[in-house]
């Protein structure tokens, strides 16, 4: 493979790929596409290009108003949560087929809004949402209360009860999968939705919505008011009828929704935010698996990934070893166009990431870390980023701390497991961990010890829809995936009444 | 059960009590089993009465005095019978001996085909057939995702097909037309996709131990799985057993009854078309005493769930535990009562109780066959019910708006017509029918006993048929105590809108299924089974996954953990 590709990193009109005309820009309310009230529309912009791709309509307060009365009197009055689970199940069952058929489409709205690799989103991203809204729909008939032990004589028992208008706010660095993992879940449930995709990434939202009203999916169940966060982001997490808002996004943005939340009527919030995730490779470790794993940990979907593994814990006995081969490595890594099947490497999504992700490279520098490899941009158009790699880095720098949200890692040497753990949480974050070690001792004892919400032994990246993710510390919290992120949208009501000579209690 | 929006589609098999406010946009229906989709058998009007009791079926329908129309020729099913072997390793096969036995027409007692007859040397070929498919793979070997998938696409299959599916239960079984085709295929199609989303959530647990261990268990499936199937539902039957066993992973081998293969065979061929591997799902046809014996004794097999009688229960269990001590599930017979309380509105509670019992020609292990009634409404009740009784429509069941068919075959007609005389013998009061209905074929007339005594036989033993008894009842406790008072516990039925009668009731009946204000309520994520001799274990729901797993606990030192 070539490194750093550079010369076509930055093809505007692709030839690699027929891009798809963009066929839905305005605001899902109530089952039909409308303008937004305002008239007004935002670009949303090619980030190989910085060119645009489409002018989408810029939803609003007012906007989320009338999504939000659609989404209430389709919870309120319409069908959707009478309907049994098995109904639900039909309907969301032949949305995933539906997926499926529009799978080329989707990943290209994805790739060229995202500038994720197009072939990655075809076999992953999309077929993962199809697969996220079959589980969901086998969840949607599986929705248990209990029936519980009275203290007294007393018959008691709980219904779990769909809890009503959703709000999801959902990034843009994996437009289709956060869309699934939010909507999937609360629509198994019974819940209504509104969902404001990023203001980077509107297009596969869209399109998902509109293939939702093919399926069935009642009018008004499921809004996209596409915006920005300060206005369409506030207005959900502040709005007085919204029962529940879930966010995932930075941590800072997921402060303030909670602020928002507390500051109106006071509904539950779940936050999946960011991360500063460590990756431990012990003495015991496959050298050559373990550099492969710490790449693909901070350079999948060009860092842009909240569970990144952008701090790497080293045992000192292979550290050396360890550095010469990720270097290597980082540099045949391939960045270009993310149509070029030949590419490992998209642009990051737009100007304000690709700028502080440069200037996090400088305060790097500053602060006295090694510069091994990369930290520079790639061609001279769209936001390319070479792999970048710094070592001789202390716990307390900046780039050891924060989330920088890009392709560059943070070395760091320890000796101990004990060494190990203290270093790893030595985070404000808690999101993910990753343990690379043949020891069973050593796996069980550092997977309980670190603080973090997912922790992949001898793996990085494996989510699956029945695995449960979300958050410690300022990571968030709440779960999504699994039969946990089902329950955060539901309601738990217990029932109560006397009894008469039970024969038992 | 009020649902906005006309359409109506529900996965309940189920006569449920509604509520004059919540049955407006149901409208009269000219046959038992109104519209295609229609799983739930409402028959409250819009006014709350009983469409059944007004006697709007209309001319041409009187009384069960379709006896002439049954001395026609019978109606030709539309599907042709293309599956009469074996289905082994994923391949239709003749039993090794070359043997086949003829499966019957109830309508007439006539030949349908004649079926390959497994003996125990083909039972050991389907086991080796199923071993292979567990041991090596791949369908335990798979994600549940794929193995979901593969679920789905059956009930897909079983969709598309679902009116041969029907015809093919009809003509072995005897049942109407209407109810295979309405109720009980698109059941089976629901069976099939809530157990596909079983597959990937079946979930161990991690266990705080008392100590510093990491405790985990794995619910691994449990091997292969003899199935032994009756004849009264067969594929509802099927799905009930191999629903839960495939979801978990497991291979199979399936015995149905003698009276009823050909639809098995039909569906795990879709099964196949569906990318079932080979040797995943096995069907052999045969008997209890050499097919079943073979399965239930077999030491390769490693689960075995039996639905049928009683006394084949106890002889299963025993095989059981004489060769490989494997375990067992059984559903077995029944001899359920259903409680009309004092405030109850006769009416409905009326055709509830003749739904209970007469459902499926009286052949439901389930039926309210002991209908005990408060004497406060006694009188009104045995009248009516006698009337509701009158107005049965039995016949040909490929005929539309038939009620009741023929029973299962010349055995099933035989032993409910010497219970009819053993009940008029005992004393109890014939009200209505006590016959046979026609000249060929083996229908029964719908036969209401009332003055029933808990001594009388045919309030102690499963009749199987289409025959009421009617026993009154004076208090709670009394009713209570004497609806215990069997060797069964399968289910009961408590007619009431009392909340404190219908708790009470509910605690204290030692059966495995209540239902309150409705009966035979059946969703694929309902559990049900029996206390006492009723059987063993529950199927359906999550509680039937139980049955198809083992439980591995894992156990290893922690060193120096952060927590406990």
Known sequence: MTALSNGHAANNSSPLFKIPPIKFTNLFINGHFVHSLSGN??????????????????GRKEDIDVAVKAAREAFDNGPWPRMSGAERAKIMMKWADLIEENVEELAALDAIDAGKLYHLVKVLDIP??????????????????????????????????????????????????????????????????????????????LFFA??????????????????????????????????????TGSTEVGRAIMHAAASSNLKPVSLELGGKSPLLIFDDADVDKAADLALLGILFNKGEICVA???????????????????????????????????????????????????????????????????????????????????????????????????????????????GIKSANNSRYGLAAGIVTKNIDTANTVSRAIRAGIIWINCYFAFGNDIPYGGYKQSGFGRDFGMEGLHKYLQVKSVVTPIYNSPWL | ??????????????????????????????????????????????????????????????????????????????????????????????????????????????????VAEGHSEDVDRAVAAARKAFDQGPWPKMTAYERQRILLRAAD???????????????????????????????????????????????????????????????????????????????????????????????I?????????????????????????????????????????????????????FTGSTDTGKVVLELAARSNLKPVTLELGGKSPFIVCEDADVDQAVELAHFALFFNQGQCCCAGSRTYVHERVYDEFVEKAKARALKRIVGDPFKSGIEQGPQIDSEQFEKILKYIRSGVQSGAT??????????????????????????????????????????????????????????????????????????????????????????DTFDAAIPFGGYKMSGQGREKGEYSLKNYLQVKAVVTPLKNPAWL
């Open chain 1, 41 to 58: 529309e935002f670009e949303t912009i090619d980030p190989r290009t910085g060119e645009v791709i489409a002018k989408i309509s810029e």
């Open chain 1, 128 to 205: 993962a949402v199809a697969n996220c809204l079959r589980y969901y729909a086998g969840a949607a008939d599986k929705i248990h209360g209990e029936v519980l032990k009275g203290a007294r004589e007393l018959h008691a028992y709980t219904l779990m009860e769909p809890i009503g208008v959703v709000g999801h706010i959902i990034p843009w660095n994996f437009p289709s999968t956060m869309f699934a993992a939010k909507v999937s879940p609360s629509l198994a449930a019974g819940c209504t939705v509104v969902l404001k995709p990023a203001e980077q990434t509107p297009l596969s939202a």
């Open chain 1, 210 to 247: 509109h293939l939702a009203k093919q399926a069935g999916i009642p009018d008004g169940v499921l809004n996209v008011v596409p915006g920005f966060g300060p206005t369409a982001g506030a207005a959900i997490s502040s709005h007085m009828d919204i029962d529940k808002v879930s966010f």
């Open chain 1, 309 to 419: 593994s952008s701090r790497v814990f080293v045992q000192e006995g292979i550290y050396d070893e360890f550095e010469k081969k990720l270097v290597k490595k980082a540099k045949a890594w391939v960045v270009g166009d993310p149509f070029d099947p030949q590419s490992q490497q998209g642009p990051q999504v737009d100007k304000n990431q690709f700028e502080k992700i440069l200037s996090y490279i400088e305060i790097g520098k500053e602060e006295g870390a090694t510069l091994l490899t990369g930290g520079k941009k790639v061609g001279n158009k769209g936001y390319y980023i070479e792999p970048t790699i710094f070592s001789n880095v202390k716990e307390n720098m900046r780039i050891a701390q924060d989330e920088i949200f890009g392709p560059v890692l943070a070395l760091m040497k320890f000796r101990t497991i004990e060494e």
């Open chain 2, 1 to 114: 059960m009020g649902e906005k929006g006309g359409k109506r589609e529900s996965s309940l098999i189920a006569l449920s009590l509604s509520s004059t406010t919540t049955t407006t946009t149901i409208p009269m229906i000219p046959m038992p089993y109104k519209g295609v989709d229609l799983f739930v058998l409402d028959v409250w009007n819009e006014n709350g009465n009983l469409s059944g009791g007004k006697g709007y079926l209309g001319a041409g329908f009187s009384r069960y005095s379709t006896a002439t129309a049954l001395e026609e020729e019978p109606i030709k099913p539309a599907v042709q019978v293309e599956h009469t072997q074996l289905l082994i390793g994923g391949k239709f096969v003749d039993a090794l001996s070359g043997k086949t036995f003829p499966t019957l027409d109830p309508r007439t007692g006539e030949v349908i085909a004649h």
């Open chain 2, 157 to 251: 299959l079983l969709e598309k097909h679902n009116d041969e599916l029907a015809a093919l239960e009809t003509w072995d079984n005897g049942k109407p037309y209407e109810q295979s085709a309405q109720i009980e295929i698109p059941m089976l199609v629901r069976l099939f996709r809530y157990y596909a989303g079983w597959a990937d959530k079946i979930h161990g647990m991690t266990v705080p131990a008392d100590g510093q261990y990491h405790v985990q268990t794995l619910h691994e499936p449990i091997g292969v799985a003899g199935q032994i199937i009756p004849w009264n539902f067969p594929l509802l039957m099927f799905a009930w057993k191999v629903g839960p066993a495939l979801a978990c992973g497991n291979t």
């Open chain 2, 253 to 305: 081998v399936l015995k149905t009854a003698e009276q009823t293969p050909l639809s098995a065979l039909y569906a795990a061929k879709l099964f196949h078309e569906a990318g079932l591997p080979e040797g995943v799902l096995n069907v052999v046809s045969g008997f209890g005493p050499t097919a079943g014996a073979a399965l239930a004794s077999h030491m390769d097999v490693d689960k075995l769930a």
């Open chain 2, 430 to 519: 014939l009200e209505t029918g006590g016959d046979r209905l026609g000249s060929k074929g083996f229908y029964v007339q719908p036969t209401v006993f009332s003055n029933v005594e808990d001594g009388m036989l045919i309030a102690k033993e499963e009749i199987f048929g289409p025959v009421q008894s009617i026993l009154k009842f004076k208090d709670l406790d009394e009713v209570i105590e004497r609806a215990n008072n069997t060797r069964y516990g399968l289910a009961a039925g408590v007619f009431t809108k009392n909340i404190d009668t219908a708790n009470t009731l509910t605690r204290a009946l030692r059966v495995g299924t209540v239902w309150v204000n409705c009966f």
